[in-house]
């Protein structure tokens, strides 16, 4: 799960109920490992009994998905310590599968082996690593579910859900404010949101993409666009927070083509994609990333109505923009 977010929600107004409009309750904190805010108009429930129920759901999915922790069920899977599965992992690797389908093979989950590697899954990168020997268990094809059990053709296939679980979470949070009663709200993790209804004022949520220059840490200060959305989820990525230069002052970006195990930079800086869940959207725009500028828009050609948002490298230190037509009603000027 990312560390950062890349998109920032903007919220307006007074934190108070007006007249004929439904009482909000707002909660912040930490989930996944990084920042959490929802805002809903949940019933019947206090602001502490709903952070608790957060904080279950947010100990659930990492007991689940996470790499980083050694005890989860992903990690144990990948150590072939156990081979069932949960439903969490079963659902992730069912949509995994349905991207890749997509992705000509540039969004495959098994990547886990090479994101380690490079030195993106909570190891130091390797100096020289031995790519080829690495793509030897690489591959969809190596590994699938039986019944409720992990099938690997190969013992070193590892599964990585970095592109998608932390979208998916954020769909178990948004049906988790449901259950509670809520018809309006947002839930952010990290950058990654999920809304329905409207704000506090009436109005669309708005959620601001932030600009895309090499190490932009900051939360919301530096905004290249707004988006309004009523419905559904969203997802922004880019390679400009989780990178590094090699010895040769190259850049490795943590995004990683699973067909030559190398890291994927392009003046493609930032994806941000809307989709019925935020699942998809996590994927999709890891997926388009991958793919590089020219393919991910011969991409988007290929597939009416998706919804997405591009920011490339333009001359000096200018940005291009793309739209798809299915986006445009979506960005606030």
Not at 171 to 187: C, K, M, P, Q, T
Not at 230 to 247: E, M, P, Q, V
Request: net charge negative; charged share 25%; glycine share 10%.
């Amino acid at each position: 799960m990312r560390l950062f977010g890349l998109v920032a929600v903007v919220v307006s107004g007074l934190f108070v109920s007006c007249a004929g409009r439904p009482d909000y309750t707002t909660v912040d904190g930490v989930m996944l490992g990084t920042t959490l805010h929802v805002v809903a108009d949940v019933r019947g429930v206090s602001s502490g009994e709903l952070y608790a129920a957060v904080m279950e759901l947010d100990r659930e999915a990492k007991a689940s998905m996470s790499i980083f922790d050694e005890g989860s069920l992903l990690s144990r899977l990948n150590r072939n310590e156990t081979d069932t599965v949960d439903r969490h992992i079963a659902f992730n690797l069912h949509l995994a599968d349905s991207i890749g389908a997509l992705s000509d093979g540039r969004y495959d989950v098994t990547v886990k082996p090479l994101v380690e590697a490079w030195g993106f899954a909570g190891k130091a990168a390797q100096a020289h690593p031995n790519i080829d020997s690495i793509l030897a268990f690489v591959g969809r094809d190596k590994v699938h579910i039986e019944g409720n059990r992990l099938v690997k053709s190969d013992p070193r296939v590892q599964l990585d859900f970095n592109s998608v679980a932390k979208g998916y979470t954020v769909d178990l949070l948004a049906a988790l404010v449901e259950r509670f009663g809520a018809e309006n709200y947002i839930v952010d993790i990290g950058g990654e949101v999920r809304c329905r209804g409207v704000n506090r004022q009436g109005h669309p949520w708005r959620i601001g993409v932030e600009t895309p220059f090499d190490g932009n840490m900051t939360d919301g200060d530096y905004l290249q666009r707004r988006i309004q959305l009523t419905d559904g989820g969203l997802a922004t990525s880019g390679n400009y927070r989780r990178f590094y230069l090699d010895a040769d002052g190259n850049k490795v970006a943590h995004t990683i083509d699973p067909r030559t195990g190398r890291s994927i930079v392009s003046r493609l800086l930032s994806v941000t994609v809307v989709a019925p869940t935020c699942a998809e959207a996590d994927a999709l725009g890891t997926m388009f990333l991958a793919m590089g500028a020219d393919d991910a828009r011969a991409a988007v050609d290929r597939m009416p109505g998706v919804k997405v948002y591009f920011i490339l490298a333009g001359d000096g230190d200018r940005y291009e923009e793309y739209v798809s037509p299915a986006m445009k009603p979506l960005i606030m000027e």
